[in-house]
């Protein structure tokens, strides 16, 4: 049902949204950051005569339904400041990867459809308590996990490409 992953959020100005730089530890409850970070590979594929490739496997959780969608965007700064939509995704995971040199601002939220302490209701939309502002460096990515809320990035500086 389209009308329970997504809603349109009341534009209450005493609401404000933290943003915080993305980093793998405090991404943890909404996606997989995706850096060039050598750790960041935990399970290695080797690969027959390139010594100088280090692979690592699937992420284990990113899946899709029926065939995967691979996209770019332009993306612009948005000067309103304010969160009109959300999203989510409870069937498939989602991938923004920063390319170029402008950074870029991703708003999440928790996932609720499966928390056992809101009811049937609260469940259809976003925990406002449990929704941030992460800032994705360029170069890097994040894969956020099934019924992850969020909203379409945007760039922090110059037009960027995701």
Same mark, same amino acid.
């Given at each position: ?22 980093? *793998? ?14 750790? !960041? %590979?935990?399970?290695?594929?080797? %690969?027959?005569? $390139? ?9 284990? $959780? !990113?899946?899709? *339904? ?11 700064? =948005? ?17 923004? %990867?920063?390319?170029? *040199? ?28 449990? %929704? =941030?502002? $992460?800032?994705?460096? !360029?170069? $890097?990515?994040?894969?956020?996990? *099934? ?16």
């Amino acid at each position: 049902d389209s009308a329970s992953n997504s809603c349109v959020l009341n534009n209450n100005m005493d609401h404000y949204v933290e943003i915080i730089l993305a980093t *793998k530890e405090n991404t943890r409850d909404v996606g997989w950051m995706i850096s060039d970070d050598c750790n !960041a %590979i935990e399970e290695q594929i080797s %690969i027959p005569f $390139y010594e100088t490739v280090t692979e690592g496997s699937n992420f284990k $959780y !990113a899946d899709w *339904k029926d065939q995967p969608v691979v996209r770019q965007a332009k993306i612009k700064w =948005r000067p309103d400041n304010t969160i009109s939509w959300m999203e989510r995704h409870l069937e498939m995971t989602q991938g923004f %990867i920063v390319v170029g *040199k402008a950074p870029c601002l991703l708003i999440l939220g928790e996932p609720t459809h499966d928390r056992e302490d809101l009811n049937e209701d609260e469940r259809r939309l976003p925990d406002i308590s449990k %929704i =941030r502002g $992460y800032i994705v460096p !360029a170069g $890097y990515g994040i894969i956020i996990k *099934k019924g992850t809320w969020h909203d379409f990035p945007v760039s922090v500086g110059p037009e960027a490409t995701v």
